[in-house]
């Protein structure tokens, strides 16, 4: 005969066990859960009182404002092209990054940006495939746009 290693049980489920035994008719047994009660809680972190806020907030959705999640979006999408180009990527001889690199993450990123620059970035990121400069003034807007997604000039 095989013995399976029990698993362990998770806070949740430690809680209710102890719960249950509150419908105890031993006064005794009672006594006890409640004390375990007190310790389970106080291993993870919490005392009674937080058990109280968890019931009064259960099926309660939490909302999480906008300006928020596009913090935490802009943060994650910023990460995620520090982690796909190395840091040398977007940058010149100069060390300031070249326009086609720009255009392109602008492109990449345009999803970010109002409707009304998506034009303009597109126009901008097929003139790589040419090397078509662009003039001083779509040079200074491209780079407002990169810096608007969070393009760093060095």
């Known amino acids: 005969m095989s013995v399976r290693p029990k698993t362990p049980l998770t806070l949740e489920q430690r809680l209710a066990a102890v719960v249950r035994l509150l419908a105890s ?18 291993s993870a972190g919490t005392d009674i009182n937080g058990l109280a806020q968890g019931i009064e907030n259960l099926g309660k959705s939490t909302v999480v404002p906008d300006e928020i999640k596009r913090k935490i979006w802009d943060a ?71 810096l608007k997604l969070g393009g760093k000039i060095i």
């Open 25 to 42: 008719n031993s006064d005794g047994e009672v006594l006890a859960a409640v004390q375990a009660l007190r310790r389970t809680l106080q």
């Open 76 to 146: 994650a999408v910023q990460h995620t092209e520090n982690r796909l180009h190395g840091a040398d990527d977007f940058i010149d001889s100069s060390g300031k990054p070249t326009w086609e690199a720009v255009a392109l993450f602008c492109q990449r990123n345009k999803q970010r940006l109002d409707t009304r620059h998506h034009p303009f970035i597109d126009d901008m990121a097929s003139r790589t495939v040419w090397g078509h400069e662009p003039t001083e003034k779509q040079h200074k807007y491209l780079f407002a746009l990169f």
